[in-house]
């Protein structure tokens, strides 16, 4: 029997969430440096939860991450696991990350975002969806087989990262370093770190890249007091305002030269793909205040996500910042490059700083360059995901794209060669990144049944 119809009977449990409980409680925030011993205790302890059900464990040194200030400080480790070694059966490899976003109650929680909390069957609490919960589920979906003292139908490997949230640091060269051994007999590559569109189940065979740019306007010496020094200096703020103002139109347009032109043209086949996926707009528009899906999945976009330096805090202060720094992305789709993007971006803002004639001094940078992501819907591991899909939800999943980035997708693809697909569990709703995050206990549950289905159908997949 397979294992889903007879989890179908314990369905109510809830063994598995505390294990979610422990994880959400650790602050794997990989972008702050303080948080840095959270991140290697969250790396820890995904090691001994895989080798608690007997996994072959290794937890993989990456090496150090450089500080701004010249400093170092070290990489969580890459934990690595092995399910079986049958040379008979298919070998696939599950790819997770458990760093977090940053996140705070002040910042508009309405429960602490580190004490996972069940409201009307909704887990809240950050990486409770992005990306520890399906992670968990994918562990599951092993004890499932154990538990029932079914063999697995396939030979399960994971890779589970702690850097996700700021680029990936040192997995890329680990991929390569491991290609001829831990993916050598890697079929295919498994990654569930996005979410569905609606409330049917999906498939999803895109993602955006992300280029991360630093912009620095650096002036006077130190701060200044605007009354005594206003109107006598030159303002970095001012600078860095009139450059930013410079990236998009007020119709969203980017206006750096050559990125719209790089963008792959939309397919007839890709537009009628679109037309059967279930999603309202309306809906979206009222929550977001976006529009279109092609402009959610297949086109650049510039965000200005905020300026260091500036004053922030509640009250006034008159004060003139010396050095400011605004933090912006651009989104890459198909066929745009992050080098040549990187070298449009700067080339172009040195050059409007140029023309403004100021004292002050201009620094852009690049600090994140993944790379957008495609899959083919028609390869076999997508006929799997459809009939696992259905076999646990009885409905044909969407097939999707998603605006976001998940920085390793082609690395794998480019550095192993291996067939990708993703594979949420997430809810359209969940929050990522966001306030109030959350992971459903019905997507969690029925999100590890569909993991142990398309083991299962995946074992039927003929092996190369």
Request: proline share 6%; net charge negative; aromatic share 8%.
């Amino acid at each position: 029997m397979l294992p889903v119809l007879q989890v179908n009977k314990c369905s109510s449990s809830t063994t598995p969430l505390l294990g979610h409980l422990d994880w959400v409680a650790v602050e794997s925030d990989s972008s702050d440096v303080l948080r840095r011993p959270d991140c290697h205790r969250m790396m820890d302890m995904t090691a001994e939860k895989l080798q608690a059900i007997g996994g072959k464990v290794e937890l993989v040194d990456i090496g150090v991450q450089e500080l701004p200030d010249g400093k170092t400080v070290a990489l969580p480790k890459v934990v690595t696991a092995q399910f079986g070694s049958d040379p008979s059966k298919q070998t696939v490899c599950v790819y997770g990350h458990v760093d977090v976003q940053p996140a705070k109650l002040e910042d508009g929680w309405a429960t602490e975002p580190y004490n996972l909390t069940d409201i009307n069957g909704h887990l809240y609490g950050r990486g409770a969806s992005d990306n520890k919960a399906p992670v968990l589920a994918w562990i599951h979906t092993v004890e499932a087989y154990q538990a029932l003292s079914i063999d697995l139908p396939v030979n399960v490997k994971f890779i589970i990262e702690g850097m996700e949230e700021t680029g990936s640091n040192g997995l890329d060269a680990m991929i390569v370093a491991q290609k001829g051994t831990f993916f050598s007999d890697v079929d295919y590559i498994i990654i569930s770190d996005c979410g569905w569109l609606s409330r049917r189940p999906a498939l999803t065979y895109g993602t955006r890249g992300n280029c991360y740019f630093f912009a620095e306007v650096e002036g006077p010496k130190q701060d200044l007091h605007s009354g005594v020094y206003g109107g006598t200096v030159i303002e970095p703020m001012t600078d860095l305002i009139g450059i930013l103002d410079t990236l998009i139109s007020p119709s969203g347009k980017i206006l750096i030269p050559g990125i719209r032109e790089a963008v792959a043209p939309l397919s007839d086949e890709e537009w009628k793909m679109y037309q059967d996926i279930e999603f309202d707009i309306e809906s979206f528009k009222s929550k977001i205040g976006v529009d279109l899906l092609a402009h959610r999945w297949r086109y650049p976009t510039v965000t200005i996500h905020g300026i260091e330096g500036a004053f922030s805090g509640p009250g006034s202060k008159t004060v003139i910042p010396a050095k400011v720094i605004a933090k912006f992305s651009i989104r890459q789709v198909p066929n745009m490059d992050p080098a040549v993007v990187k070298k449009q971006v700067t080339d172009y803002l040195y050059s409007v700083f140029a023309k403004r004639k100021s004292p002050n001094k201009l620094k852009v940078t690049m600090i994140i360059g993944a790379k957008p992501w495609l899959a083919d819907t028609k390869h076999p591991l997508y006929e799997a995901g459809k009939a696992a899909v259905k076999r646990v939800f009885d409905v044909e999943p969407d097939l999707i794209r998603e605006g976001g980035t998940i920085p390793i997708a082609k690395t794998f693809e480019d550095v192993t060669g291996k067939s990708i697909i993703m594979m949420p569990i997430g809810g359209f709703d969940d929050g990522l990144h966001s306030q109030n995050e959350k992971m459903s206990r019905y997507n969690y549950i029925e999100g590890t049944k569909l993991f142990i289905a398309y083991l299962h159908e995946v074992a039927h997949l003929k092996k190369d």
